[in-house]
C-alpha cells in the first residue's frame, strides 16, 4: 500500500510554544488529508479536513486558530498546533487520500505523540 | 447524530476460539467501510474494506466482514483468533452524505490468552 510519513513522531513542548508537525504521502499524491486526535484507550476524533491548495474544513468544536493546518502541495500537509497547552497532550494522526471521491482508501502516517509540559 | 458505533469496547477471549465485533452506521445513501487495527505501540492498519460488490469481505490475517445494509452493519469475523490478534480494532465508515469524511467507530479492545 501507499506510504505515508509522519514528522515527528514524539515531541515535547514547552506551554505557550507552537508545534509544527508534518505528513507527507512518500509515493503518491494526496488530494485529501485528514488530521485526527486520538486520547489514550479512546478512538480517532476527527479535527479537519484539506483539500490541497484550499482552507482546511474544521469539525465542530476544534478551534481553527490553535490547530492550523496547510496543506500547500499534493504530498504535504502540516498541523500547528499554536500555543501549546498541557490539555492539548495528545496523539494526532495524519491520514491521506489519493482523490477527493469515496472510492478509494485513506493511507495513515504514524502518528505524532505530543506532550506540553 | 449520525454516527459509527462499536458494541463492544472490550472483548477477552482464549486463542482458537471465534471473534465477531459488531460495527454499525447510521449514514443514509452511498458508504465505504472499512476495518483497522492497531496493535500496541503501533500505528492503524487496513484489515480489510468494502466499496462495492460482494458484501462478503476478505481481508488480512484471516479477518472477513459482511456488509448487511438493511441492518446498516458491518461485523468483523475470524474464526479462530491467535495470541497476536490483541489489539484494538476501529470500524470506520466513509460516507458520501457525511461529505466523504472517514469516520470512526469507539474501539474495540480486544485481549486474547494463550
Known amino acids: 500500500g501507499a506510504v505515508v510519513s509522519q514528522h515527528p513522531s514524539r515531541v515535547i513542548c514547552k506551554s505557550g510554544t507552537s508545534v509544527k508537525i508534518e505528513c507527507r504521502s512518500l509515493?503518491?499524491?494526496?488530494?485529501?488529508m485528514f488530521w485526527y486526535r486520538q486520547f489514550p484507550k479512546q478512538s480517532l476524533m476527527l479535527m479537519a479536513t484539506?483539500?490541497?491548495?484550499?482552507?482546511?474544513?474544521?469539525e465542530q468544536g476544534v478551534e481553527k486558530d490553535k490547530f492550523l493546518i496547510n496543506h500547500a502541495s499534493l504530498t504535504l500537509s502540516t498541523l500547528t498546533v499554536t500555543s501549546a497547552h498541557p490539555e492539548d497532550s495528545s496523539f494526532y494522526i495524519c491520514?491521506?487520500?489519493?482523490?477527493?471521491?469515496?472510492?478509494?482508501?485513506?493511507?495513515f502516517g504514524q502518528g505524532t505523540r505530543l506532550t506540553v509540559v | 447524530a449520525q454516527s459509527v458505533s462499536q458494541h463492544n469496547h472490550h472483548v477477552i477471549l482464549s486463542e482458537a476460539a471465534s471473534l465477531e465485533l459488531g460495527c454499525n452506521y447510521s449514514?443514509?445513501?452511498?458508504?465505504?467501510l472499512f476495518w483497522y487495527v492497531q496493535y500496541p505501540g503501533q500505528h492503524l492498519q487496513l484489515l480489510l474494506k468494502?466499496?462495492?460488490?460482494?458484501?462478503l469481505v476478505k481481508g488480512i490475517k484471516g479477518f472477513e466482514a459482511e456488509f448487511i445494509k438493511s441492518k446498516f452493519s458491518f461485523n468483523l469475523r475470524k474464526p479462530s483468533v491467535q495470541w497476536s490478534d490483541t489489539a484494538e480494532y476501529f470500524c470506520?465508515?466513509?460516507?458520501?452524505?457525511?461529505?466523504?469524511?472517514?469516520?470512526f467507530g469507539g474501539g474495540t479492545r480486544v485481549l486474547v490468552k494463550p
Open positions: 491520514s491521506a487520500r489519493a482523490f477527493q471521491g469515496q472510492n478509494t482508501e485513506a493511507f
Open positions: 509515493d503518491f499524491q494526496a488530494t485529501t
Open positions: 484539506s483539500n490541497e491548495g484550499s482552507k482546511a474544513t474544521y
Open positions: 449514514y443514509g445513501g452511498t458508504v465505504n
Open positions: 468494502y466499496f462495492s460488490g460482494d458484501p
Open positions: 470506520a465508515v466513509n460516507a458520501k452524505a457525511a461529505g466523504n469524511k472517514l469516520t
